[in-house]
């Protein structure tokens, strides 16, 4: 391929469209981030133990999986570009009803509602991120991804100052954010015809300059797939040990109060969304494969020293932890993508669907050890779990550099 060829076939970075989706993703996650900030006021409100609360996390997870990957494989063959719209429309009548829930049903009815948005929105939100991308795939994962970090990270200090003090129906508020999030959205949809076209003229040009698709064997996709889909699972499983239950684990462990805890959980959240950027740039560097050995494997010896620190290393050693830890993601999806480049809205889907609906599951049997055996025992047991990461000696050895 000459070098006329080569600029041709590398698409422009839409950084505008990044930084939108950014903060869509931000608002989002914002938005889904209320629930288990808000988890002390519904404890308090309908005395619920640790397994009822992992139920509300594991149903509002679950109705965030389900659907992605089916919305995703419909999107790779009829694009929806105004589809995260939609999502956000549900986003909204799921916080406005738990606003006014008045029974536990009602409550998981109302997560379940936001869960569903979450699945519309993040297939072909992806899409874009990677039409977007152009050479930079890392970065454009990685702003997309920050964004919905620091919307999460939101949740707890929103809640300290907002949720806690004027209580549950306050949550009715943040609809002004769904429904910015839904403008920018449809500004969104209005660029991806535009930004596809342009996507599909350079895979046409780099295929008459010589170039042909990568088509990996389908043992190399199934062990990729299963290997990434295992390393998700434990980088989930402990970080929904802090989304669900640090708050708790603080007040307990050293007397902390509510506001003081959950801002505790946003400097955690804060750290996770500097990590996803950092991984990502760093992916496009060094390659996905070794920045998902370090983050996944990384964490293990502070894991290992954190159930036995003071309130200041504890702060310190979470927030080294999930530094590390978010900087796996960026490089877990864009490594999935290379498995099957014609299924992204698949890969989307699927990805973040897993994210939604394994850290359900470990929500609900973290919850149900912390009933049996203490909260401080889950942080003991959760310590082991980056050992996982051993795991990416697994993953099949794919050409990056295309």
């Given at each position: ?194 930004i596809s076209a342009e996507f599909a003229a350079t895979r046409a040009t780099a295929r008459a300059a010589g170039g042909t698709p990568v088509r990996h064997a389908p043992l190399t996709i199934g062990v990729g797939l299963a290997v990434l889909t295992l390393l998700m699972f434990s980088k989930n499983a402990y970080n929904e040990s802090f989304r ?159």
């Amino acid at each position: 391929m000459t070098t006329a060829s080569l600029s041709a076939s590398r698409p422009r970075t839409h950084m505008t469209v990044l930084v939108i989706l950014g903060l869509s993703h931000l608002l989002n996650d914002l938005m889904q981030s209320l629930i288990p900030a808000a988890y002390p006021i519904l404890r308090e409100a309908y005395a619920l133990d640790f397994v009822q609360i992992g139920m509300i996390t594991l149903t509002f997870q679950i109705a965030g999986s389900l659907l992605q990957p089916v919305i995703g494989m419909v999107t790779d063959r009829r694009p929806a570009p105004y589809s995260p719209v939609v999502g956000m429309m549900f986003t909204l009548s799921g916080l406005v009803s738990l606003a006014y829930a008045h029974s536990y049903a009602m409550v998981l009815v109302s997560v379940a509602l936001i869960g569903i948005g979450s699945s519309i929105f993040h297939p072909e939100a992806t899409r874009m991120a990677r039409y977007g991308a152009g050479g930079r795939q890392g970065l454009a994962q990685g702003i997309f991804q920050v964004g919905g970090q620091a919307g999460g990270a939101l949740g707890p200090v929103l809640a300290a100052v907002v949720i806690v003090p004027w209580g549950q129906t306050s949550l009715a508020w943040f609809a002004v954010a769904a429904l910015a999030a839904m403008l920018l959205l449809a500004w969104i949809g209005s660029k991806q015809r535009e930004i596809s076209a342009e996507f599909a003229a350079t895979r046409a040009t780099a295929r008459a300059a010589g170039g042909t698709p990568v088509r990996h064997a389908p043992l190399t996709i199934g062990v990729g797939l299963a290997v990434l889909t295992l390393l998700m699972f434990s980088k989930n499983a402990y970080n929904e040990s802090f989304r669900s239950f640090y708050t708790f684990y603080l007040m307990e462990r050293f007397g902390l109060s509510i506001p003081s805890a959950q801002m505790m959980l946003f400097v955690f959240l804060l750290a996770a969304a500097v990590g996803v950027l950092i991984g990502g740039i760093v992916g496009d560097r060094i390659g996905r494969n070794r920045v998902i050995w370090l983050s996944v494997l990384g964490p293990l010896p502070l894991t290992l020293i954190l159930p036995y620190a003071d309130l200041f290393w504890t702060g310190v050693l979470t927030i080294s932890i999930n530094v590390i830890m978010a900087s796996a993601f960026a490089s877990i999806l864009i490594y999935a993508m290379e498995l099957l480049p014609n299924r992204i809205g698949l890969i989307g889907g699927l990805f973040y669907g897993l994210n939604f609906g394994l850290a359900g599951v470990a929500a609900a049997v973290l919850g149900a050890m912390a009933d049996s055996y203490g909260v401080e025992t889950v942080y003991h047991i959760c310590s082991f779990l980056p050992l996982a990461g051993l795991l990416a000696w697994f993953l099949p050895r794919i050409d990056e550099k295309r």
